[in-house]
C-alpha cells in the first residue's frame, strides 16, 4: 500500500507552502508546537508562489524570543527594488512566553535542537511547525530501516497464512 501523501504536520484545511522531509529521518521529534512568523509583505507573497527552502532552517531562542535562522524566501518577483527584503534574514517566532521559556530550558538541559518541520497558511496567516527534537546517529537511521524491513515481512508473512487459510476452507 501507497504511503499517504498529506504532510502530517499540517493541520487540516491548512494550504502547504513547504515541508522539511529531512527532519523526520535526521531527528526524532519529541514534541510539536505551532508559531507564527513575523514577514514583510513582499515575504509574503513569495510563501504564496512557493518561493521558500525550509530543509537547512533551525530556531533558537535567544533572550527570551525565538528566532528563526537560514529560512530562505527569495524576493518576490514584481517588488521594487526598495521594497525587497534580505532572503536569509533571522525571522522572529511567535509563541506564548511561557512556551517559549519551557522551550529554552528544555533545549539547554537535554541538548535538544529546534527543527521547522512545514509551512504554511492557516486562517489567512503564516505558520510554522515547529519540533523539539534530538539528533539521530547513523546507527540509529539503520536500526529503525532494519526494524521497519522486519515488520514489512511479518506482515506479509501474515497475510500470507490469511490467503491460506482463506482458501483452504
Not at 508559531?35 to 530556531?59: D, F, M, N, P, T
Not at 530550558?105 to 527543527?115: C, D, F, N
Not at 546517529?137 to 490469511?162: K, L, V
Amino acid at each position: 500500500m501507497a504511503k499517504s501523501q498529506k504532510p502530517r504536520d499540517v493541520p487540516e484545511g491548512a494550504s502547504v507552502v513547504a515541508t522539511n522531509r529531512r527532519a523526520r529521518r535526521n531527528f526524532d521529534v519529541l514534541e510539536t508546537l505551532e508559531v507564527g512568523l513575523v514577514l514583510e509583505g513582499s515575504e509574503v507573497k513569495s510563501l504564496r508562489e512557493g518561493q521558500v527552502q525550509i530543509a537547512e532552517s533551525w530556531a533558537r531562542v535567544d533572550r527570551g524570543e525565538l528566532w528563526l535562522h537560514n529560512l530562505h524566501i527569495s524576493p518576490y518577483s514584481h517588488a521594487a527594488g526598495s521594497f525587497r527584503s534580505d532572503p536569509d534574514r533571522v525571522r522572529k517566532l511567535l509563541a506564548h512566553r511561557r512556551e517559549i521559556s519551557r522551550l529554552g530550558a528544555r533545549v539547554a538541559q537535554e541538548r535538544l535542537a529546534l527543527v521547522p518541520l512545514a509551512l504554511y497558511f492557516s486562517g489567512g496567516r503564516a505558520k510554522l511547525t515547529l519540533a523539539l527534537a534530538r539528533g539521530r546517529t547513523h546507527g540509529d537511521r539503520r536500526r529503525d530501516i532494519a526494524q521497519r524491513d522486519a515488520d514489512a515481512e511479518a506482515a506479509r508473512s501474515m497475510a500470507a497464512a490469511r490467503r491460506r487459510r482463506s482458501r483452504d476452507r
